[in-house]
Structures are given as C-alpha cells and as structure tokens.
C-alpha cells in the first residue's frame, strides 16, 4: 500500500464485505462453538458467511492471510495470541484488506492497544461496525509488528513467563517473569536513529515502538501515535531494585515523564549489544541475536478499530464497543 491512493479501503462502502477468518486452533477450547459465535454474529450483521483457515505449526498465519486476500477477503479476523496477530498482520501490510483483532491468547499487544481483553464480542463489534485506521508497521526482516519491537528485558519476561501460570492468571503473570531478571547486569548497546551520530547505552530494554501501551493496558509512551509516520523508541536504564519501583510507580500513576528512560523518534533504527539477546516482535519472541534493525512502512496496514477512528487512543470506545458487540451476539442466538 505505500504510495497507493486510496484513503479508504472498499469494506467501508460495501454493504457485505467478504471475511476470512485465520485460527489458531490451539488457543480456542470449543472452536466448534467459536465458529458458530462468530458466523452468526457476522450473518446478523448482514456479512456473509466467512471462510475459516487454521494455523498450523509449520504456517502460524501468514500464509493462510495470503490466500485469504487472493481469494477476495475484505477483511481478515486473527483469532489467537501474539504469533498469530503478527502472522497474519505481515500478510496483509500492503493491500487494502483490513485486519480485525479477536484475541484468544493471555497477552495479546496489539488487542490490549485496542482495549480488547479476549473479548470476542468486542472484537466482532468493532468490525462489523467499521471503523477503519491506517497505521503504520514497523519492518523487520520479512516480518512486521503494529505495536512494539524489543531487545533485553521485556524479551526475556515473555521468554520465562510459564504458559500455565498466564493460563491461570492472564497478563499479571508476565510479572513472574520480570521478576527474575530485576537485577540482571545491563545490555551495553549502540544505537543508530536514521542518519545521526550513534548512541552509547547501558541498557535494560530497548523498545522500538509504533504505540504506547504494554500488557494490562498500561501506557508506557504517551506521546506515541501509531500513524504519524514515526517509530518511538525507548531506552531504559533502570540498574536497582529502586529504580525499577520508581519506574514501575510512575507508570501505574501516568507520570508525564518516567524516570531512567529516554525517548527518541527514528524511521530507521538499528541496536547492537555485547552480546546475544532475546527479542520480541508484538509479544513474540523471535530468535536471538546482537543486532536488531527495525524500519517503518507508513500507513501500510488498515486496522479495524473502535470508533472515533481517529482518536489518538485506539482504546477509547472499547467498552462500549462490548456491549454492542454481546447485543450482536445475543441477537444472533435469537435468530
């Protein structure tokens, strides 16, 4: 879609746009039952049937969001956790086909920016009530992330965060996982932002993000706007258990400022550390390594979101959103 003219994608002017439906059938108990809800909440709508793809292990999304697309889809549901988002968001940055989110997984990122919490019905509102933004993605390699990349502490959270206790506990289990790296030594890394002078750091994280919220809706970037044509990327440095509960303070708080973290904007950035280290893309981790190099592709993927569509906080109408959504559902039974 770079460079394309359209300004907005043919599912707002068509009455019954065709959907697909891309599942990872390992995130969903009753997928049966999930099918149902969502064919008959669709059909109330007045959509059309949708056609289903499951992920498997060897494609967890990409491809099936590829075929989608040829065979006409006007909008593609991800319906999983973060892999699953993100496969099926590389497979449509660039096209005019719409992506809409409905979470199956504990700590999906891209649903908790839009205010979604494994709420299916949400979810199903806020496509079928079209709303529709152009965001940009950030690139890395062949894969792209809507939200945020990382390298050193938030990577190694997801990294050690058990499946079971996030099963159990949803996203407050990722603070288990923080835990055990509080006081691991600090990343040394070298950071180049476009065309200017590198950075040094000693680093925790670094994040390099297209907005600003973290698991639990918490809202790290508040100046962060997801289609301004700009990457933020943050650089924190927290070295004590002090500083990390000041940091964590401000956070839960709203400061306008957040201690022991810098911020700058960048379209092209690469990180270098001293060493190997995890990182994430979404809240996915992706193999290990000593350099990350992100780019941006503005205004390349359409985004189902909830209404106002333009309002800087992609979350504001979520709630509401629910409860129209569990009346669409409702209806559905009905009928």
Not at 42 to 57: D, I, M, N, S
Not at 167 to 193: C, E, S
Not at 212 to 226: F, H, Y
Not at 285 to 307: D, F, K, Y
Request: glycine letters at 10%; a neutral charge; aromatic letters at 4%.
């Amino acid at each position: 879609m770079d460079g394309a003219e359209h300004e907005r994608p043919v599912t707002v002017d068509d009455r019954a746009p065709r959907s697909a439906v891309v599942v990872n059938p390992v995130k969903v108990t009753d997928l049966d039952e999930f099918r149902r809800t969502v064919d008959d909440a669709l059909a109330a709508a007045g959509w059309p049937r949708p056609v289903w793809y499951e992920t498997t292990a060897e494609d967890p999304g990409r491809g099936q969001t590829e075929e989608a697309v040829r065979n006409g889809a006007q909008v593609v549901f991800a319906c999983g956790g973060d892999g699953t988002v993100m496969a099926c968001l590389s497979g449509l940055v660039g096209t005019d086909t719409a992506l809409a989110v409905l979470p199956q997984g504990t700590g999906n990122l891209l649903a908790a920016n839009l205010g979604l919490s494994g709420d299916l019905a949400a979810g199903l509102a806020i496509a079928v009530e079209r709303g529709l933004r152009r965001l940009d993605v950030g690139k890395v390699g062949d894969r792209h992330f809507a939200v945020m990349a990382g390298m050193g502490f938030d990577a190694q959270m997801l990294r050690d965060t058990s499946e079971t206790t996030k099963a159990r506990i949803g996203w407050p289990a990722y603070v288990v996982g923080a835990a055990k790296h509080l006081r691991d030594r600090p990343m040394r890394v070298t950071i180049a932002l476009d065309d200017r002078a590198p950075l040094r750091r000693r680093a925790r994280p670094v994040l390099v993000a297209n907005v600003g919220r973290l698991q639990g809706g918490i809202r790290l970037l508040t100046d962060a706007e997801p289609d301004d044509g700009w990457l933020d990327v943050a650089v924190l440095t927290p070295r004590t258990l002090r500083h990390w509960v000041a940091l964590g303070w401000a956070l839960v708080r709203r400061h306008g400022t957040v201690p022991r973290m810098e911020v700058f904007r960048a379209r092209r950035i690469e990180i270098r550390c001293d060493r190997p280290q995890p990182c994430q893309l979404d809240g996915d981790l992706i193999e290990l390594g000593r350099t990350l190099r992100v780019e941006i592709r503005p205004r390349s993927l359409w985004l189902c979101v909830p209404r106002p569509e333009r309002d800087p906080d992609l979350a504001r109408d979520a709630d509401a959103a629910g409860e129209r959504g569990e009346q669409l559902v409702e209806e559905a039974r009905r009928e």
